[in-house]
């Protein structure tokens, strides 16, 4: 052998070596896009309210609702977050994966809200007090201003699903009232305070299709101290 192709021979064996380095590092340095992650767990939050004493709604519309669908909702939202778990990110299509995020948006929404609409129902009529009887009256003019507003938002549901929102948004430090279509996003940064079901579901047993009647129900059992605790709380975020 030749001094020059001994010379080719230990550069070409030194290119190798640099290849199987540079594919060590590159594989040591690879996304780890099939490592199972930790499983989210949500459980369904018990019915605190005695549902025979709220007036204006059936006990047996309330259970249905609570035991039923609100319940299916939280095993949904953990089968999704148990597919999302193993999801194997090398294979899964961005379609698949993109439905999977919808639903699961929708669904932590549709749970937080139903816990959030369950937690706003009085067993005896309450009024807004304090800090946030002072928020609503500040925000929307009055109280009946406010109700006047959110009944319509409700009322703008009829032809379809959705939730009205009472939040407050700490970017603009005031109180708004949010339409919700289905279970989809309201205005990002808002924290709820208090949610209406606007889902046949929620009103079609006692009321057929008299969503007024429906939401004058739901207005007067409105559970204030609840919202208001939620409010002080969201003023702090
Ligand atoms: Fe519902």
Do not use: C
Request: aromatic share 8%; hydrophobic share 40%.
């Amino acid at each position: 052998m030749t001094d020059i192709s001994r010379r080719s021979l230990a550069a070409g064996a030194g290119l190798l070596a640099g290849a199987f380095a540079f594919g060590a590092r590159a594989q040591q340095s690879a996304p780890q896009v099939t490592t199972a992650i930790p499983v989210p767990k949500a459980t369904a939050k018990p019915l605190v309210i005695n549902p025979e004493k709220v007036k204006g709604l059936s006990a047996d519309l309330l259970r249905a609702h609570h035991d039923g669908i609100y319940a299916d909702e939280v095993k949904k939202l953990n089968d999704i977050g148990e597919e999302l778990s193993r999801i194997d990110l090398a294979e899964v299509t961005p379609g698949r994966l993109g439905e999977l995020k919808r639903d699961e948006q929708a669904t932590q929404n549709s749970t937080l809200l139903h816990e959030l609409y369950f937690d706003g129902l009085a067993e005896a009529p309450t009024q807004p007090a304090g800090l946030l009887s002072q928020a609503l009256s500040r925000d929307f003019g009055s109280l009946d201003r406010w109700k006047a507003e959110f009944a319509l938002i409700g009322r703008s549901l009829d032809a379809g699903s959705g939730w009205v929102i009472l939040a407050y948004a700490p970017r603009e430090k005031r109180l708004f009232n949010y339409r919700a279509e289905n279970d989809a996003m309201s205005p990002a940064g808002g924290v709820p305070l208090l949610a209406m079901d606007m889902y046949e579901h929620a009103y079609a047993a006692d009321y057929g299709t008299d969503t007024a009647k429906y939401i004058e129900a739901f207005v007067q059992a409105i559970k204030w101290t609840n919202a208001e605790r939620h409010y002080r709380e969201a003023m702090r975020v």
